[in-house]
């Protein structure tokens, strides 16, 4: 028999060698034709007597990437419709959908062959369990040879056997610790785990495979034989008892709870492992059934899924420009940002030139540079040799000269016009034709800097957020002149970088700071109010925000946001901003020298290390404190979302952001916007516009106008709209707006 | 309803609940046999006439399983028709069988009872039953789950109870019970356990240290930080009370209840049920009730259940002359205090179970027993028994002297 995703090859000792290679795909993954496939062969190996046993591979770099996602999403389409007609309905149809490949995996391992998963690559989610569904597990050495149960990373977890395989395999503890951060384990650390049985050289791994089955492996799984005793112990023992009641604080520890899937995934585990094994399938099968219904799971795979991988493959690159290969990009400016950009710059392989105004500050914008990759050495993320290459890359000067046949200069010097003026001139008089110069401001419209150009179609904003080398996005601004060369350049030059790119169009504060903006303000009128810091700050927390207002705005520092109040009233008027807000943060800047973090005295304290910094306790003396029993966590959770999200909103209607995927993932990997939503637009289509304006409506009768729904969330709730459906679906998808 | 008068009440002595505890080497049926016997043979009582011995044990397993309270019956002699069950309500379970004997008197279907508990902490061990509430994710998550003494430290910061003031809170506990012991405030109704023989086994409170001062205590290392860091559930005590910004660890084994094992029995009835068996009453059940609270807190019950006990009795705080809420923690009883303002001098005035110890099932029958002492030495009338539980709820009961 043949088949379109697998070859079979059995060899004299009888061994079929199952070769998964997918013609039109990167990477192999699990679709229905390659269900139907496999069950095929499944049978096959089984019923031909020649075949004494299997060994599954891949013809491709990798192993697998698992279930197949965007097939994924449509299926969360089809939920969403047809729930509205039969809900129990639904449940039952994708019951049995999800136990499709439970069930297989299952047929496999009592098919009394043996069968062996020969893990040459990444081997992700659906494809690790299938494997661990095989009776023998080798994996080839090498750095790229990865394995993880990721789905909880998405908003779902492992529902085809993983959550009854790994705790089976190995202790309770690391198998829940695995499947609910989806971490990835090296074939080392799965081997320590007992979840593959050997480590093969490369080019032995096939090999390795097919002796495990010419001594003898035997065709039945530890939980199939009597007496199967599970490695961690009993959930009722003495270990069991240590460890269950800690399994959800440490859940809620780590992820507040907000995350129904990582639930999902401990309630398998304990229920499971109670119950022999078919049962505990059986339970899982259930969770995951309920999982899939989530809105978290539909908004989770649809933003850090699809909509990510769009993002990052170009979604917005304009159509008919050749792609742009860097071969130099002049950094100006060798502070912190410049610093930081020039390092992620050489760690794509691209050499920087990094200019500032005298040698000395160069060679410590480089330094950075060497810090990030001692520290990397350090911890074996990187070789000696790649961090000697990477720095080699990196060539700090003051001479501008040095820019001549840069590809794509990015100035992030001081936030002053003046200064970006001269630095703009001088690097356009050595740059040629075509060459791209980008600005990193993070305050100035690009519109009013691209005036210092002689070309202001080939200038552009790319707007990198602190620390460089950790955040993972990258706004990229258009002026009104920007071209679609330089857009596709920026674009270019972040995918080369490994970042995502959101699209902008120039406004003051683009679209992430404004919406930060609005976090930090909506617990400024909190203290007014007297709501406890304490409060404030864990519920924005709880509610799914990676740091609080409070400490953000520590960090960011207490006067910048006071030199921002104040260039906005120089520029909009008195009324531009709350007054309250002003008083409050005059009071702390003037009155209490409280700069933030960077003097050590901020919103909150900063002792000494290893003390851990706490709120200022005079600040609750600021305000009158109400009696944190009568504050609503649940108003303040609402407020903190509903205030970012009709930020978004406004973005939108302005037309600063013009595709919804942008603001979601913007929001996500901008400033950490609660990612169960799948981000700020999600999060109202989620609610429902209606259901979201009405809140908005309730919450502006209590806390201002500044939650007035707009007029475009209005009409959009009147027509039954949402983002996705108005503005999704390639609105505005490659073109400059 | 009928009113339901208590007649008698005896406990052990509370033995120093670990292996080498006085009490250690006596199983959970001998000790609830010998506060049935003891009842029996201070009120020559008819035990076929006996309509039911409700016992609280809140690890009823392996030795205590199985319906304890039946087989004391049997290890005490009782005649065949005297019937035993026993109940659980976690800490509150001994106080509990009090108020469920008071219930099947106030109906009118039993005339005589026994109430009370038993509890072998040496022997089978805190958590031994297991349960839902604390091992399964989709109780202990929603619950917030987290063990007593990570709630107790997040009662004392969160409403401000510095680590001297538990420590003081304590430190006063030794020296009323060490008192109370010199005075011979329990002497009537404390039974020394004795071996077959006749042999004292114990005879005191073995738990107390009655020297303890704040400088003994100061030495202590916080029981329950490790626990709260490693564990999570410091997260989860911020998470459930948002306000607290981090849990400080204030409870020690000097300022928490004592572990030890122990038995208390209550003869109780109707008045027609005491007059035919020959009893005088010495007080009545005036009024009890239950009630959930917030799980996290867990231990903040009692206030609760006082506000809606008083409300239901019709009665205020200032008509209590005594307060006897149980001492799990030292937090607990000064949160109840500063709740309902309640001066130190009118609750626990005898100490409690920071000195002397908690076995669980039986305390809440002990400390009924204590306090009702305390009203006839200085004759006074009222008392209320109150006692947090596991879960987070409350138990309490209101007697007065007859």
Redesign the interface.
């Known amino acids: 028999m043949s088949y379109k995703n697998f070859t079979i090859e059995t060899d004299s000792d009888g061994i079929a060698l199952i070769t998964w290679d997918m013609a039109d795909k990167t990477m192999n993954v699990f679709t229905l034709e390659v269900l139907d496939e496999l069950d095929a062969i499944v049978d096959q190996v089984t019923n031909d007597e020649a075949v004494k046993g299997a060994v599954i591979t891949s013809g491709k770099s990798t192993f697998s990437g698992g279930a197949d996602l965007t097939m994924m999403n449509s299926v969360f389409e089809r939920i969403q419709e047809e729930r509205a007609k039969d809900p129990s309905g639904v449940s039952k149809a994708l019951f049995d959908q999800v136990g499709r490949m439970t069930g297989l995996f299952r047929k496999l391992e009592t098919c009394g062959k043996p069968w062996v998963s020969a893990i040459n690559g990444v081997c992700m989610g659906g494809a690790f369990e299938m494997s661990l569904a095989c009776h023998g597990r080798v994996a080839a050495d090498g750095k790229d040879v990865k394995m993880a149960l990721p789905e909880v990373k998405v908003g779902i977890f492992p529902g085809a056997g993983g959550t009854q395989r790994v705790p089976r395999l190995t202790n309770q503890q690391d198998a829940l610790m695995m499947m609910t951060t989806g971490q990835n384990l090296s074939p080392k650390k799965a081997k320590s785990l007992g979840l593959i049985h050997e480590i093969a050289e490369p080019d032995k791994l096939i090999e390795t495979a097919k002796q495990m089955i010419r001594d003898g492996l035997k065709p039945v799984q530890p939980w199939d034989e009597k007496g199967f005793k599970l490695p961690g112990g009993a959930i009722w023992s003495p270990q069991g008892a240590q460890l269950w009641p800690a399994v959800s604080a440490n859940l809620r520890k780590q992820s507040y709870a907000n995350y129904p899937a990582a639930i999902a995934i401990i309630k398998c585990v304990y229920e499971g492992l109670q119950v022999p094994f078919d049962t505990g399938l059986r339970i899982e099968q259930r969770y995951f059934t309920e999982i899939l219904q989530t809105p978290e799971a539909y908004a989770m795979v649809r933003s850090l899924f699809v909509s990510l991988q769009e993002l990052n493959k170009g979604a917005r690159r304009p159509a008919g420009i050749e792609k742009t290969k860097f071969s130099k990009i002049g950094v100006v400016g060798a502070g912190f940002m410049g610093a930081g950009i020039a390092f992620v710059t050489a760690k794509a392989g691209i050499p920087v030139v990094l200019i500032d105004r005298d040698q000395n500050a160069a060679d410590k914008g480089k330094a950075h540079s060497q810090d990030l990759v001692a520290a990397a050495v350090k911890k074996r993320r990187m070789s000696e040799e790649d961090g000697e290459a990477l720095l080699s890359l990196i060539t700090p000067t003051t001479d501008y000269a040095a820019l001549d046949g840069a590809d794509l200069v990015i100035e992030a010097v001081f936030e002053d016009r003046g200064i970006k003026k001269t630095v703009t001139e001088a690097a356009e008089a050595v740059l040629a034709p075509g060459s791209v110069f980008a600005s990193n401001t993070s305050t100035l419209p690009i519109t009013g800097l691209a005036e210092n150009s002689r070309r202001p179609d080939d200038f552009v904003g790319i707007h990198f957020f602190s620390p460089v080398d950790k955040m993972m996005l990258v706004e990229i601004i258009l002026g009104e002149k920007t071209g679609d060369k330089a857009l596709a350049v920026a674009l270019d030059y972040v995918q080369a970088i490994k970042k995502t790119p959101i699209v902008v169009n120039d406004t003051r504060g683009f679209y992430v700071n404004r919406c930060v903006m609005r976090y930090m303000t909506e617990a400024y009128s909190m203290l007014i109010e007297g709501i406890p810091p304490a409060m404030i700050e864990n519920i924005a927390k709880m509610t799914g925000m990676p740091v609080g207002p409070l400490a953000l705005n520590d960090e960011v520092a207490i006067d910048l946001s006071q030199k921002v109040n104040r260039a906005t009233i120089a520029d909009l008027g008195e009324g531009a901003v709350d007054p309250r807000h002003v008083e409050l943060i005059d009071t702390m800047v003037d009155t209490h020298g409280r700069l933030g973090r960077k003097n050590g005295k901020g919103f909150y304290d900063y002792p000494a290390k290893p003390a851990k910094k706490h709120l200022w306790p005079e600040l609750k003396d600021l305000y009158p404190q109400q009696d944190p029993d009568d504050v609503s966590v649940d108003e303040v959770k609402r407020r903190f979302l509903a205030t970012i999200a009709l930020e978004a909103a406004r973005t939108m209607e302005e037309g600063i952001v013009t595709d919804p995927r942008e603001a979601d993932i913007g929001s996500i990997l901008g400033f950490g916007f609660a990612p169960y939503t799948g981000g700020a637009l999600s999060y109202i289509d989620g609610l429902g516009v209606k259901a979201f304006v009405d809140m908005c409506d309730d919450l502006a009768s209590r806390h201002g106008e500044h939650f007035k729904p707009t007029p475009l969330l209005k009409e959009m709730a009147a027509n039954g709209e949402t983002f996705y459906a108005r503005f999704g679906a390639g609105a505005g998808i490659g073109q400059a707006a | 309803m009928a009113d339901a008068f208590i007649y008698d009440h005896v406990r052990t002595p509370r033995g120093r609940g670990k292996k080498d505890g006085s009490l250690h080497e006596v199983p959970s049926v001998r000790l609830g046999a010998k506060v049935l016997e003891a009842v029996r043979d201070r009120n020559e009582l008819d035990t076929s006439q006996l309509d039911d011995v409700v016992f609280g044990c809140v690890d009823p397993v392996m030795e205590a399983g199985g319906d304890i309270a039946r087989a004391s019956i049997f290890e005490a002699g009782y005649a065949t028709e005297a019937p035993g069950m026993q109940i659980n309500r976690f800490c509150a379970s001994g106080l509990d069988a009090v108020n469920m004997g008071a219930a099947k008197i106030g109906q009118g279907a039993d005339d005589i009872v026994i109430t009370g508990g038993v509890e072998s902490m040496s022997r089978v061990g805190i958590?031994m039953s297991?349960g839902a509430w604390?091992?399964?994710?989709?109780v202990?998550?929603p619950a917030y789950?987290?063990?007593q003494g990570v709630s107790a430290d997040l009662i004392a910061t969160k409403y401000g109870f510095s680590r001297d003031e538990v420590d003081a809170y304590s430190v006063e506990s030794q020296k009323r019970a060490a008192h109370a012991w010199e005075k011979g405030y329990f002497k009537n109704s404390v039974i020394p356990v004795k071996d077959q023989n006749g042999l004292t086994i114990l005879d005191h409170d073995e738990h107390m240290r009655p020297g303890t001062d704040m400088q003994s205590l100061a030495s202590l290392n916080a029981s329950f930080e490790i626990m709260g860091e490693?564990?999570?559930?410091d997260?989860?005590a911020?998470?459930a009370?948002?306000?607290?910004?981090?849990v400080k660890h204030v409870h020690h084994a000097g300022n928490s209840s004592g572990i030890v094992d122990g038995a208390a029995a209550i003869l109780m009835g109707s008045e027609e049920g005491g007059r035919k068996m020959g009893l005088k009453p010495r007080a009545k059940i005036r009024a009890f009730s239950n009630i959930g609270s917030d799980p996290a807190l867990m231990l903040t019950g009692p206030v609760d259940v006082t506000r809606k006990l008083l409300d239901r009795a019709g009665m205020t705080r200032d008509d209590i002359d005594l307060f006897e809420l149980n001492e799990a923690f030292a937090s607990v009883v000064l949160r109840y205090m500063q709740a309902l303002e309640i001066p130190h001098d009118k609750i626990n005035v005898n100490g409690g179970a920071i000195a002397m110890g908690h076995p669980l099932g039986a305390t809440g029958a002990m400390i009924l027993g204590t306090v009702l002492d305390e009203l006839e030495r200085r004759d006074l009338n009222t008392a209320l028994v109150t006692l947090c539980i596991g879960a987070g709820m409350g138990t309490a009961t209101i007697i007065e002297r007859v």
């Open positions: 958590g297991g604390f091992m399964d994710p989709s202990n998550l789950f987290m063990p490693m564990g999570g559930f997260a989860v911020v998470q009370h948002p306000d607290v910004e981090m």
